[in-house]
C-alpha cells in the first residue's frame, strides 16, 4: 500500500488480539516520556481503519506502559542476542504487527515472521518485507518453517503473545521441536499464570474494563513456579530462566513490578511473565 493511505484491518478471534497489542505499544509511545519509543506503532495505527476505542474501549496508561515494558524485554533479549551474534537469525512466532525489526535491528541481521496466512496478508500489505526480512505464511505449528531458516547463522526464536493461545500438548512440541533444531540457540517467550489461563477460558477476561472486548482463551497457563517444567520438553533445553521487566514510570512500574517476579507469594499475580529457554 502507499505511504499515508488507510488500511481496512479485519481480523478476528486470536489474529485480532494483534490490534489490541499495536493500539497499546502505540499509546505508550506517545506519552511524554515513553518506556518504549515505537514511531513505526503510532504510524500504523494512524493509518489502520480498524474501531480501535469501540473495540478495546478507552486506552488505559497503566495497561499500555505494562504492555510496553514486556515489549521491552523481548527487545532487551534480542539486542542482546545481535550484539553477540550480529549475524544471526531472528525468528519471530506470531510476529503480528510487531515492529521490534524497526526499534532493534543492526543493519546486518536476518528476520523471519511465521505467521498465520490472515495475519500473515495484513503485515504484508502494511509492513512489507524488507531486505533481510521475511514473512511466512504458516502456523508456527506447521514445523517445517524451520526448514526456512539458515542453518550457517547463530538462531533466536521469538514467540510473543503466542504460547498462552495454544493447547499445552501444542506448547510442549512447539518448543521440543525448537530445541531439537536449533542447538546453541534460545527462545524468549511470555506465559500468562494458571488463574489467569482460567478466566480466559471461562470468557470472563476483559482486557480494559468497561470494554466490550473479551480476550480470546488462553488455554496454556503456567505459574511462575512452574517455569522449570519448561526443560521437560526436550533434554536439548538446557536452561530455563525469567527475565525481569524492565523499569517504568511511577511507584509500580519503577519500584515494585521489576521486584515482584523474585517474590514467590505474588509473582503469580502478575499477568504475564516473561521468560528465555537455552537449547544445548
Ligand atoms: C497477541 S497477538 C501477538 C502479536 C505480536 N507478537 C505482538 O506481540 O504484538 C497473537 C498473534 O498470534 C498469531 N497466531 C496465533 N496462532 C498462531 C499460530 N499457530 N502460528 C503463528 N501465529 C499464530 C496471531 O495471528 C496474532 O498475530
Request: charge should be neutral.
Amino acid at each position: 500500500m502507499a505511504d499515508g493511505e488507510s488500511w481496512k484491518v479485519q481480523l478476528d478471534g486470536v489474529p485480532e488480539t494483534l490490534l489490541w497489542n499495536l493500539y497499546h505499544r502505540a499509546h505508550e509511545a506517545s506519552q511524554p516520556r515513553p518506556v518504549l519509543a515505537d514511531p513505526k506503532a503510532v504510524e500504523l495505527v494512524e493509518r489502520i481503519d480498524y474501531p480501535f476505542q469501540e473495540t478495546f474501549g478507552p486506552t488505559n496508561d497503566w495497561l499500555a506502559q505494562g504492555q510496553a515494558l514486556r515489549v521491552r524485554s523481548f527487545d532487551l533479549a534480542v539486542r542482546s542476542f545481535l550484539t553477540e551474534h550480529p549475524d544471526g537469525t531472528v525468528v519471530a512466532l506470531a510476529e503480528g504487527l510487531e515492529t521490534q525489526y524497526w526499534r532493534v535491528d543492526n543493519g546486518r541481521a536476518r528476520w523471519l515472521c511465521v505467521e498465520l496466512p490472515e495475519t500473515a496478508e495484513v503485515r504484508r500489505s502494511l509492513l512489507p518485507e524488507e531486505d533481510r526480512q521475511r514473512i511466512l505464511a504458516r502456523s508456527a505449528l506447521d514445523l517445517s518453517w524451520r526448514d526456512e531458516v539458515d542453518p550457517s547463522r547463530p538462531v533466536l526464536i521469538t514467540a510473543q503473545g503466542l504460547l498462552m493461545y495454544l493447547r499445552p500438548p501444542e506448547v510442549r512440541e512447539l518448543i521440543a521441536g525448537c530445541a531439537e533444531r536449533f542447538g546453541g540457540g534460545a527462545l524468549v517467550f511470555d506465559a500468562v499464570p494458571r488463574w489467569f489461563s482460567a478466566r480466559t477460558l471461562r470468557g470472563e477476561m476483559r482486557t480494559t474494563a468497561g470494554s466490550g472486548y473479551t480476550t480470546p482463551p488462553m488455554p496454556w497457563g503456567l505459574d511462575a513456579g512452574e517455569l522449570q517444567r519448561v526443560r521437560t520438553a526436550h533434554p536439548a533445553v538446557a536452561e530455563v530462566r525469567a527475565l525481569r521487566l524492565p523499569r517504568g514510570r511511577g511507584l509500580y512500574y519503577g519500584a515494585v513490578a521489576p521486584v515482584l517476579g523474585r517474590v514467590p507469594a505474588v509473582r503469580n499475580l502478575r499477568p504475564t511473565m516473561t521468560a528465555i529457554a537455552r537449547f544445548s
